[in-house]
């Protein structure tokens, strides 16, 4: 597709459940980053892939985040046991190649009951 | 620690004035600049970057760096309604995430 596209863009959850976010990204771009941003608040970092690199995990809150990337392309962002705290928009996006420019899926929006 | 700081605003200008946003960075090693448009409830997108110190024009809306100061700005002309969103200022010094350091932005409010 021509943007970076997200789904769920809506998803409620009961506390302790377990939710999977996805971001496919531009065909081409080969960094993708995953931020968190909380209501009236900057955006939070969390993943970084570049092509076949280790991911940068930085900034994942705790161990019931995490996030892969198949094949260079699709990228899942996996929370364990949600928790009220982790209700936001969860936002990808991919780097045209090495300029920093970004291009920001329209995000999931996660609510936990 | 890398930081980028920005005024939260809101910041209101009314309707046809320059609006002017502003953003100061810490990191020396910042290459390149970026500001990004976020309107309510939506994600952000990129309306300029710039790489040389001095202006760089694209319809109504200038950036300005100057990286002896560690400042970038934002100039918007004939402000409209529209123009009304948050606006987040980025630096990257390259490196992927570690060198790309977003500011939390400022609300900019046109008033009719």
């Known amino acids: 597709g021509a943007g970076v596209s997200q789904s769920p863009s809506n998803k409620v959850t009961e506390k302790g459940k377990d939710v999977e976010l996805r971001c496919d990204p531009i065909?081409?771009?080969?960094?993708l980053y995953w931020y968190r941003q909380s209501l009236g608040q900057g955006l939070e970092f969390l993943i970084y892939?570049?092509?076949?690199?280790?991911?940068?995990k930085s900034g994942l809150p705790s161990d019931r985040f995490s996030a892969e990337r198949t094949g260079g392309s699709v990228s899942t962002l996996t929370i364990q046991r949600t928790q009220q705290e982790d209700s936001a928009v969860y936002l990808c996006?991919?780097?045209?190649?090495?300029?920093?420019?970004?291009?920001f899926g329209e995000g999931s929006r996660l609510t936990v009951l | 620690q890398k930081e980028v700081e920005q005024n939260s605003g809101p910041l209101s200008v009314p309707e046809g004035a320059i609006a002017s946003l502003n953003c100061t960075y810490s990191?020396?090693?910042?290459?390149?600049f970026f500001w990004y448009r976020q309107y309510s409830g939506k994600s952000p997108e990129l309306i300029m970057f710039i790489y040389s110190n001095g202006d760089k024009e694209d319809g109504r809306f200038t950036a300005q760096l100057n990286k002896a100061s560690q400042y970038v700005s934002l100039l918007i002309r004939d402000s409209q309604p529209s123009d009304s969103a948050t606006y987040l200022c980025?630096?990257?010094?390259?490196?992927?995430?570690?060198?790309?350091?977003f500011g939390k932005g400022t609300h900019l409010i046109i008033q009719p």
């Open positions: 990191d020396r090693g910042s290459q390149s």
């Open positions: 996006a991919t780097e045209r190649e090495y300029t920093g420019e970004l291009f």
């Open positions: 065909s081409g771009h080969t960094a």
């Open positions: 980025a630096g990257n010094s390259g490196g992927g995430a570690d060198g790309l350091t």
């Open positions: 892939f570049q092509g076949n690199s280790a991911p940068d």
